[in-house]
């Protein structure tokens, strides 16, 4: 129950991190507010690892494999995302990305074995099926907020969020065995946001055009990159290769889907008035789902 609950705080991390991440994305654009996002979380979690001595569980073998986790999963992955985001918004591009819960299960069960069954299936079925209906059908036919518009093609988005969804489990799954070796979660969430970062400087350097500030940086633009890198990925990030220490890969997954599910009540916020009835049956479906998941 324990990697449960650290896999549905950092979806609960994911889901704060992407308010602060829309408008910071949309004026950087995906590759930059990447790059800085990167550049804060890892200041922050090598300062931790530093100050608490968790970075003497890493040497040269563990080192690579998180830094090419961190490659796929963050590099790749991150970037797809934001990508994804700034055409079709916080809520379209959730729905995308939560299918990395489909995808993690189906990656567990052919590389390390993991299998659900009975209740635990039951429950994992409803909630991600759950986190489907809340933002497939969460939004007011008369939603004009300018996150629900679509910029460039759609199915340019839909491939950049699936995309997201594939390196987030491959990313994931990849070192779950390393995890339970005893290696510290905030040294391996440094290494990885390090590797990623490094890759992104290559990028820049090389004079890719993508990899610019689309717009003039101002501070507001740096508050919330800095936000969403605290929060999103400093402590969402960890909290997962936590949850990996003693949990399923499967069930890790599966309750890191909530994410959309705890974006509701912030969008409500945003938006000043209640979510569809879609949303609030799919946020049932995913609280019982996770009962049945907690109580097998």
């Known amino acids: 129950m324990q990697a449960e609950l650290l896999a549905a705080l950092a979806a609960l991390s994911w889901a704060v991190g ?17 790059r800085w996002r990167l550049f804060f979380a890892l200041t922050l979690l090598w300062a931790l ?22 490659f796929i999963g963050i590099f790749i992955g991150d970037t797809a995302l934001f990508a994804c985001m700034n055409r079709l918004g916080p809520r379209r591009s959730g ?16 590389f390390l074995g993991e299998t659900l069954w009975g209740w635990t299936l039951l429950g994992g079925s409803l909630l991600v099926g759950g986190v489907m209906v809340a933002i497939v059908w969460g939004r007011r036919e008369s939603e004009t907020h300018a996150w629900e518009k679509t910029q460039g093609t759609l199915m340019t988005g ?23 070796s005893g290696v510290d979660a905030v040294a391996a969430s440094a290494v990885r ?25 101002s501070l507001k633009t740096l508050w919330n990159t800095w936000a969403s890198a605290a929060v999103a990925m400093a402590l ?18 599966i309750f890191s889907s909530l994410t959309p599910i705890l974006l509701l009540p912030l969008l409500w916020g945003v938006y000043r008035r209640s979510p569809a009835w879609g949303a609030w049956g799919g946020a049932v479906m995913a609280v019982l789902g996770s009962a049945l998941i907690l109580g097998a």
Not at 161 to 179: D, E, F, H, N, R
Not at 238 to 253: D, E, S, Y
């Open 18 to 34: 992407s308010l602060f991440s829309a408008a910071a994305s949309s004026r950087m654009g995906a590759f930059a507010f990447t």
């Open 49 to 70: 690892a530093l100050f608490t001595g968790q970075w003497r569980t890493l040497d040269a073998s563990n080192v690579a494999l998180l830094a090419l986790s961190g």
């Open 95 to 110: 729905v995308l990305f939560a299918t990395h819960a489909i995808f993690s299960t189906l990656l567990a069960w052919l």
């Open 158 to 180: 839909v491939l950049l969020g699936l995309l997201a969804a594939v390196c987030q489990s491959v990313a994931t799954l990849m070192i779950k065995p390393l995890m339970t």
């Open 193 to 217: 946001t390090s590797a990623s970062f490094s890759a992104h400087l290559v990028l820049l350097w090389a004079g890719a055009q993508v990899a610019r500030v689309q717009t003039p940086l």
């Open 236 to 253: 969402g990030m960890t909290l997962i290769l936590q949850a990996l220490k003693t949990g399923q890969a499967n069930l890790v997954g």
